[in-house]
T-cell receptor, first 115, second 109 residues
Framework: TAGITQAPTSQILAAGRSMTLRCTQD?????MYWYRQDLGLGLRLIHY???????GKGEVPDGYSVSRANTDDFPLTLASAVPSQTSVYFC??????????????FGPGTRLTVL | GQNIDQPTEMTATEGAIVQINCTYQ??????LFWYQQHAGEAPTFLSY??LDGLEEKGRFSSFLSRSKGYSYLLLKELQMKDSASYLC??????????WGAGTKLIIKP
């Protein structure tokens, strides 16, 4: 069972360029999330989606956008990357439709460096 | 504001017991998660507590006191593979997870 896959594994990106981080899950989970993890800080929620067709802003949404065209995919786009977006990005999913405290399952992460 | 506090780093000896504490202050409370994260890997689920008390799961146990805003993760019979970061996350009133920075646990032989 693949669970959640993310691509690419790592990327070096020039400042000002755009990039899409891909995330796919095969668990038919309704909810999906994007987090960034920085040294010394907890995971911070960027955007989330409770179900296909809906998205919401998390704690740190500026500079990022997401879409949820179907249940399985939840891409994260950086329109114009800045060095402060250097981080490890984790995609996660949970069964929850709306509300609830279901366990979140994480993808392997994408390590992004913006120069 | 919302805040999760846990120690930055702890050291313990193989075969011993270690307790990792977490205090939380969030807008609303719908439970508390503990996750394990090995270096360079994704967080993986360990436990979820929503009621007061101790829940045991093999070598790992998790405790919650809602009145004190306090939880701990207890690891027994430590093994070298337990060297990892342990993340505490509180579920707020909107069912979003508020994460602590994690406790890096170093196991020495």
């Amino acid at each position: 069972t693949a669970g959640i896959t993310q691509a690419p594994t790592s990327q070096i990106l020039a400042a000002g360029r755009s990039m899409t981080l891909r995330c796919t899950q095969d668990m038919r989970h309704n909810a999906m999330y994007w987090y960034r993890q920085d040294l010394g800080l907890g995971l911070r929620l960027i955007h989330y989606s409770n179900t296909a067709g809906t998205t919401g802003k998390g704690e740190v949404p500026d500079g990022y956008s997401v879409s949820r065209a179907n249940t399985d995919d939840f891409p994260l786009t950086l329109a114009s990357a800045v060095p402060s977006q250097t981080s490890v990005y984790f995609c996660a999913s949970s069964a929850t439709l709306a509300g609830g405290a279901d366990t979140q399952y994480f993808g392997p992460g994408t390590r992004l460096t913006v120069l | 504001g919302q805040n999760i506090d846990q120690p930055t780093e702890m050291t313990a000896t193989e075969g011993a017991i270690v307790q990792i504490n977490c205090t939380y202050q969030t807008s609303g409370f719908n439970g508390l998660f503990w996750y394990q994260q090995h270096a360079g890997e994704a967080p993986t689920f360990l436990s979820y507590n929503v009621l007061d008390g101790l829940e045991e799961k093999g070598r790992f146990s998790s405790f919650l006191s809602r009145s004190k805003g306090y939880s701990y993760l207890l690891l027994k019979e430590l093994q070298m593979k337990d060297s990892a970061s342990y993340l505490c996350a509180s579920v707020d009133s909107n069912y979003q997870l508020i994460w602590g920075a994690g406790t890096k646990l170093i196991i020495k032989p």
